[in-house]
């Protein structure tokens, strides 16, 4: 029979790896499984979101700014240096269990291992929607100027006084193209429609910028630019003709896709857009013994330091519950 962990952390962004400092510290030995590098159309890494940001500025106690990868770098060792267990494979299915003090929750890797834990905490964040264009992932990847998170990136100098594109129609469009208006020279935003799905005081909230613009009925097919982006390649919904549009900076804004495919069928509860429904202003699920943390259970703030702290809450939250199961 295999061991029986007291904690399993599944994610490692923000908020796996800050669950992780937490719970080590307490001595709960937690083992986090960091999952594998895989293409979803965009880049999936270990390490999540940050992994494909080049500058983070808004994160305390960096002032000069930090990589995202040497961040998430940083979040690791920090995890490691109090015996955190570190697992390269992913969790493809899971067996929750309806007294994990008991009997062990069941977590089955893509290798073919079963592990059992008493808590879990699930840390798989939110993939963002990508378009899927060569061009587009090739630059993101390599921070050209194309990103999912006008919020994380847009103050960069590189985006400043420059003209910008939000590809997007909903409310999250319309924050981050409005955001944008602060910095760059103009904003447009990239439409297939002929109207915008957003509400009307966020509508009204980006139109009211003397540098907003909306072009309508239009997709972008490709993005132009070797080290970094020079424009994207238009093409009309209606006509078919296509054009070109020079910007410095692409911000995908068509939604994120909470990863939480591995956990459908188990009993546990998500909201309406598919997060993990948290019941209170804390990490519980509803299924004993099983907490969620960071973007995978937050579709509103979705930064670091959010995800951080959820990911604090989430370890406190399990040693509570583990020394009350009677768990040490």
């Known amino acids: 029979m295999s061991e029986i962990h007291k904690l399993v952390i599944i994610g490692s962004g923000p908020a796996g790896w800050t669950a992780a400092i937490y719970a080590a510290r307490a001595q709960l030995q937690p083992k986090v499984y960091i999952g594998i590098p895989k293409q979803d159309p965009g880049p999936v890494l270990p390490g999540g979101q940050l992994m494909l940001t080049t500058e983070v500025e808004?994160?305390?106690?960096?002032?000069n700014g930090i990589t995202g990868p040497e961040m998430m770098a940083h979040f690791q060792q920090q995890a490691e240096r109090f015996g955190t267990q570190v697992i390269c494979d992913d969790i493809v299915r899971c067996e929750f269990s309806k007294d994990p003090a008991k009997v062990?929750?069941?977590?089955?890797t893509a290798s073919g291992e079963a592990v059992r834990a008493h808590a879990v905490i699930i840390a798989t964040g939110a993939?963002?929607?990508?378009?899927?264009?060569?061009?587009?992932?090739?630059?993101?990847?390599?921070?050209?100027?194309?990103?999912?998170?006008?919020?994380c990136d847009g103050a960069l100098p590189a985006f400043r006084n420059q003209p910008l594109a939000v590809v997007g129609g909903g409310d999250t469009a319309m924050e981050e193209a409005t955001y944008l208006t602060k910095f760059a020279s103009v904003v447009y935003i990239i439409h297939r429609?002929?109207?915008?799905r957003a509400s009307k005081i966020m509508q009204q909230r980006f139109l009211s910028r003397p540098n907003a613009k909306v072009l309508w009925n239009k997709v972008v097919v490709d993005v132009l630019g070797e080290k970094h982006i020079e424009g994207v390649t238009l093409e009309d919904t209606v006509t078919k003709e296509r054009s070109k549009l020079d910007v410095r900076g692409l911000f995908i804004a068509i939604g994120h896709t909470p990863a939480t495919k591995f956990l459908q069928g188990t009993g546990l509860e998500f909201n309406e857009k598919g997060y993990v429904d948290l019941k209170r202003r804390d990490s519980t699920t509803n299924l004993p013994g099983v907490f969620a943390a960071g973007?995978?259970?937050?579709?509103?703030?979705?930064?670091?330091?959010?995800?951080?702290?959820?990911?604090?809450?989430?370890?406190l939250d399990a040693e509570r519950w583990l020394g009350a199961q009677g768990v040490h």
């Open 58 to 63: 808004n994160y305390p106690g960096f002032p």
């Open 104 to 108: 062990p929750h069941v977590l089955h």
């Open 127 to 151: 993939v963002a929607n990508w378009i899927g264009l060569h061009n587009e992932m090739r630059l993101a990847r390599s921070g050209g100027g194309v990103s999912a998170c006008a919020v």
């Open 193 to 196: 429609r002929d109207s915008l």
């Open 295 to 315: 973007d995978v259970a937050d579709e509103h703030y979705r930064q670091a330091i959010t995800a951080a702290g959820m990911g604090c809450q989430a370890a």
